[in-house]
């Protein structure tokens, strides 16, 4: 899965930092920070196009294209699919599989495109009646083209993992790794079904590996499982099959784009602890067109959702965009050397279905001494969902998986995951399963701080190592009210329904104007209330978690 975030329901954190009375309200959606100041709210201005002055003149560009993309990513990403409308007619209108695609079908196609599309998360219906070898634009930059590579290049194994995938898809993408991949370097073809239940994948399939390997003995081999297992741990399943000496580990929705391999494994060849990711471009999941993504470094938010990065400034430098980009974690598929990769410790297999596992490899690869890499060169189109498989609750998993690499690898900075997720560091009622193994190995590769890591790869992650207390903010003059933050692009804070509350708070004052965050009632205001700074009249906040005392 690439960048499997979701978009989440408007609920905020607040965070309470020392020094100056400053609440940070933070969205799940991401961390966005709003300033009580002495007299009035005072909202953080947005930057302004004078502070990108500094990078090169396509810079503002390529945040315009990464702000889309990450709109597309969350307008797409549903924890489950819709249900079907009673009637065809609406569900045909409500559908945005029909907004761009489908205007000429009859309502007998319309229905069966859509009952494919609600199955699959993308339109499977058209996917059947395109070409397995279809041609994919060329979307390198220039210079890629007049790159050259060694003779000799180490082979590959590539592992597809799938659940309930359309047939026409899986091939598609097998098509493709064979079509554009150096047949000399393509060692074999690995697929991972995890217990599908999808009567197609089971003859119609088996039915189509057995013509491949008529032609060419054990080139395709297939891994079922009995049980299913969620992707973090098919990945594995599938590396433990593989024999060549590096492995790609990919969703069974992908398309290669002509000479993806070579600086892959050029890279690798010359050091093996690179993990490496290709530059992704999107399948769209409506009309199965392809459209150009930005070249990108990948990251991840305190959540440890994955989101994509503007490329360092030290890449910029170099004015060469066939050059890799340096990245702090990985956003799904990737590439990298087999025994390296059991070496570094494989993925947490104690994760559960995925989510948080992309990121943790990232971490643990740079702290444990090897690095990661995005290459411009190498370029995969992957469909981006409507919805997901595996799973109607993703959220709970993610939340799990990321608590287990906050207790593992994050050192002193665990308390901003939880923080995040606005969860108590202590009792927080997780389960996170064992994770003395996990440490062990830490201990055994004799890793790095996640300080360095924060200092060292990604700078650009905001710490926030003032803080005293976090969660949900409410005010005893209206129990049912909490701080939230304003719906409107200023981000002012507002007074929103509370979402859960564990008394324990006072007033919040400034020490400077010796005034107070307060409620006053405003019968224009939705909720009957609006925050202003005044003579403190003895209201109280309360917030969910505390980590230190204030002295006055």
């Not at 032609?215 to 024999?243: C, D, M």
């Not at 399948?283 to 990948?298: G, T």
């Not at 400077?512 to 909720?527: A, D, G, V």
Request: glycine share 6%; charged share 25%.
């Amino acid at each position: 899965m690439v960048c499997t975030r979701k978009t989440k329901t408007l609920v905020s954190t607040c965070v309470i930092l020392s020094g100056m009375t400053n609440i940070v309200c933070l969205l799940y959606v991401g961390w966005v920070t709003n300033y009580i100041a002495s007299v009035y709210v005072k909202v953080q201005e947005p930057i302004s196009e004078k502070k990108l002055e500094e990078d090169k003149g396509d810079t503002l560009r390529i945040i315009e294209r990464l702000d889309h993309l990450e709109n597309v990513i969350k307008q797409h990403i549903q924890e489950a699919p819709p249900k079907l409308e009673e009637n065809p007619a609406e569900a045909f209108t409500d559908s945005s599989l029909f907004a761009h695609w489908g205007q000429d079908l009859s309502p007998e196609n319309r229905r069966i495109a859509l009952k494919q599309f609600q199955y699959y998360g993308y339109n499977a219906y058209l996917s059947d009646r395109l070409p397995l070898d279809r041609p994919l634009p060329d979307l390198r930059p220039n210079g890629c083209r007049n790159l050259t590579f060694p003779d000799r290049l180490p082979e590959v194994s590539i592992v597809f993992i799938f659940v309930n995938e359309a047939l026409s898809v899986i091939l598609r993408s097998i098509h493709s790794a064979i079509d554009r991949t150096p047949a000399h370097l393509l060692k074999e073809i690995i697929l991972v079904d995890d217990n599908s239940n999808n009567e197609e994948l089971k003859e119609k399939l088996k039915k189509y590996v057995d013509e491949v390997n008529a032609r060419k003995p054990g080139f395709i081999k297939v891994v079922r499982h009995s049980k299913q297992e969620g992707l973090i741990r098919s990945r594995v399943s599938g590396w433990r099959v593989a024999t060549a000496p590096v492995v790609a580990l990919f969703d069974a929705h992908v398309e290669f784009n002509v000479g993806w391999a070579e600086p892959v494994l050029t890279r690798i060849k010359e050091n093996r602890k690179r993990v490496i990711s290709p530059s992704f471009d999107n399948i769209k999941y409506d009309n199965f067109e392809i459209e150009e993504y930005p070249l990108s470094a990948q990251g991840f938010d305190w959540e440890l959702w994955c989101r994509y990065l503007n490329p360092p400034k030290s890449w910029w430098k170099l004015e060469n965009t066939t050059a890799p980009i340096r990245s702090p974690a990985l956003i799904g598929c990737f590439i990298v050397d087999r025994e390296y990769f059991q070496e570094i410790g494989l993925l947490d297999e104690g994760m559960e279905v995925y989510g948080g596992e992309n990121v943790e490899l990232g971490i643990r690869v740079w702290q444990c001494g090897g690095s990661v890499e995005v290459l411009p060169c190498s370029r995969i189109a992957h469909i981006e969902r409507a919805h997901k498989p595996y799973t109607e609750d993703l959220t709970a998993h993610v939340r799990r998986n990321a608590l287990r690499v906050a207790e593992v690898w994050m050192d002193e900075f665990k308390s901003h995951v939880y923080m995040a997720w606005n969860i108590p560091q202590e009792d927080s009622g997780i389960d996170i399963g064992d994770i003395s193994e996990r440490k062990a190995l830490r201990k055994k590769l004799q890793c790095k701080t996640f300080r360095w890591y924060l200092v060292s790869v990604y700078p650009e992650m905001r710490m926030y190592s003032d803080t005293v207390a976090y969660g949900v903010l409410q005010n005893s003059l209206k129990s049912d009210l909490c701080l939230d933050q304003g719906p409107d692009t200023e981000n002012v804070p507002i007074m929103y329904i509370c979402h859960g509350m564990t008394p324990q708070g006072g007033p919040i004052q400034n020490r400077k104007s010796k005034r107070c965050l307060e409620l006053q009632e405003n019968n224009e205001n939705e909720f009957g209330f609006q925050l202003v700074l005044q003579k403190c009249t003895g209201q109280r906040w309360s917030i969910t978690n505390v980590l230190k005392t204030l002295s006055s």
